[in-house]
């Protein structure tokens, strides 16, 4: 069974290069926040107007993880408790549908197997999958699967 980690501070230098580790050699799940003060770099997230990318290693090397969802706030804070909570001891995403996400914010379900970069945060920021067939969607996660 694969573990699930929590790392907070995810943008911050340090955290930044440890979830690439961990992505680059596992099998992990992860969920990052950050509160992005001072500290975290909103550039991780290329929020300036540059391409985003979902899932790419360094150099561009595709990521071997899975991804439930994917929510990026924009300018906006939130404690982890507003994205999950813990449910015989597995993590489980909240619905974020109350949250703010900003201009450039997104929220990728990844639930319309023709369209996985369809953004459901209402800012249609959607995003091009590249690479990606209907066959590459997994209908079983930590909110479908047996964990739940």
């Known amino acids: 069974m694969s573990k699930s980690i929590l790392v907070t ?13 961990i992505l680059d ?4 799940t992860i969920v990052s926040l950050d509160r992005l003060d001072f500290s975290g770099n909103l550039n991780r997230f290329n929020d300036n107007g540059s391409a985003h990318s979902v899932g790419n290693g360094n150099g561009g090397n595709q990521r071997t993880s899975t991804l439930a969802e994917f929510i ?14 813990s449910k015989n001891g597995v993590w489980i995403p909240k619905d ?3 949250l703010t996400f900003g201009n450039n914010g997104f929220h990728l379900k990844f639930q319309n197997s023709a369209a996985l970069g369809d953004d459901s945060s ?4 959607d995003f091009t999958a590249t690479g990606l067939g209907a ?5 079983d996660s930590p909110t479908n699967g047996e964990g739940s």
């Not at 501070?9 to 580790?21: L, M, N, P």
């Not at 050699?25 to 992990?28: A, S, V």
């Not at 066959?135 to 209908?139: G, I, K, N, S």
Request: glycine share 16%; hydrophobic share 25%; aromatic share 16%.
């Open 9 to 21: 501070g995810g943008a911050g230098f340090i955290a930044h290069h440890v979830i690439e580790y």
């Open 25 to 28: 050699n596992t099998d992990w």
């Open 72 to 85: 990026f706030l924009d300018g906006q804070y939130e404690d982890y408790t507003s994205f999950g909570e």
């Open 96 to 98: 974020p549908s109350g």
């Open 122 to 125: 209402g800012n249609n920021n």
């Open 135 to 139: 066959d590459h969607q997994l209908t």
